[in-house]
C-alpha cells in the first residue's frame, strides 16, 4: 500500500527565513503533485514533478523530485506571510490516477 | 464556470438520513475524483471516474456511499443512513485525461462541507 509521510506537520518560521517541508513516499511512484490550502478554502495546484531530479520553482517556492530516495521537497525561500497555509503533496502510480495525499504541512510565516 | 464547482457549499443533516452531494468539473475533463478530508487530515480518496464509469471505486468506506456519473459530466455522490462519523468536507477534483509529458494535476473545487447531527 502507497503510503505518503510529510514532516515536519506544524512550522512556524520567522518572515525573511528559508526552509523546508519533506515528502516520502514508499512505492515506486510516477508523478508528485504539491497542493496548497488555505483555510476553508480547497486545493491549489503549485507543481507536478514528472521524472527524477525534476525541479520547478516559482517565487519563492522550489520543488525537486529525487524518485531513488523517493523524496520530494518543497523549499521555501525568504518566507513571507502570505506564505502562511497547509501544504500537501500527493503521489499517483503508474496505470492509476488516484492520488494518495500526505498529511500536510501546516505552515505559519510570522511577521 | 472555469473551475470545478460543488453544491452545496454546507450541509447540515439529521443523523440516518439520506444526503447527494453535487459536483460539475472541468468542461472538458474527463476524470472526476471524490475526496473525503476530515479536520486537520489530508484528502482521502474515495472513487474516481473515467468518462461514465467507476474505474476505482475502492476508497469508498462502505455500501452506504455511492457516486453515479451518468453522461460522463456532473457526479452525485449519495449517502444512505448517514452518521455523525461521516461528517467531513467531500472534495470533488477533475482532470484531463492525457497523461502525457505535461502533466495533469486535478482541479478540486471548493468542497461540500456535511456535518450529521
Known amino acids: 500500500e502507497l503510503k505518503v509521510e510529510q514532516n515536519p506537520l506544524f512550522l512556524s518560521m520567522q518572515e525573511g527565513k528559508n526552509y523546508t517541508i519533506y515528502c516520502n513516499y514508499s512505492?515506486?511512484?510516477?508523478?508528485l503533485y504539491w497542493y496548497r490550502q488555505d483555510p476553508g478554502k480547497s486545493l491549489e495546484s503549485l507543481f507536478v514533478l514528472l521524472s527524477n531530479g525534476a525541479v520547478k520553482q516559482e517565487g519563492r517556492l522550489m520543488a525537486s523530485l529525487d524518485t531513488k530516495a523517493r523524496l520530494s521537497t518543497l523549499h521555501i525561500t525568504a518566507a513571507v506571510h502570505d506564505l502562511s497555509a497547509t501544504y500537501f503533496c500527493?503521489?499517483?502510480?503508474?496505470?492509476?490516477?488516484?492520488?494518495?495525499f500526505g498529511t500536510g504541512t501546516r505552515l505559519k510565516v510570522l511577521a | 464556470g472555469a473551475g470545478v464547482s460543488q453544491t452545496p457549499s454546507n450541509k447540515v443533516t439529521e443523523k440516518g438520513k439520506y444526503v447527494e452531494l453535487r459536483c460539475d468539473p472541468i468542461s472538458g475533463h474527463t476524470a472526476l475524483y471524490w475526496y473525503r478530508q476530515s479536520l486537520g487530515q489530508g484528502p482521502e480518496f474515495l472513487i474516481y471516474?473515467?468518462?461514465?464509469?467507476?474505474?476505482?471505486d475502492s476508497g469508498l468506506p462502505n455500501d452506504r456511499f455511492f457516486a453515479v456519473r451518468p453522461e460522463g459530466s456532473v457526479s452525485t455522490l449519495k449517502i444512505q443512513r448517514t452518521e455523525r462519523g461521516d461528517s467531513a468536507v467531500y472534495l470533488c477534483?477533475?482532470?484531463?485525461?492525457?497523461?502525457?509529458?505535461?502533466?495533469?494535476?486535478?482541479?478540486f473545487g471548493q468542497g461540500t462541507r456535511l456535518t450529521v447531527v
Open positions: 471516474f473515467q468518462g461514465t464509469g467507476a474505474a476505482d
Open positions: 512505492t515506486t511512484s510516477d508523478r
Open positions: 500527493a503521489v499517483t502510480t503508474s496505470g492509476t490516477y488516484k492520488y494518495i
Open positions: 477534483a477533475s482532470s484531463s485525461r492525457d497523461r502525457g509529458s505535461g502533466g495533469t494535476e486535478a482541479f
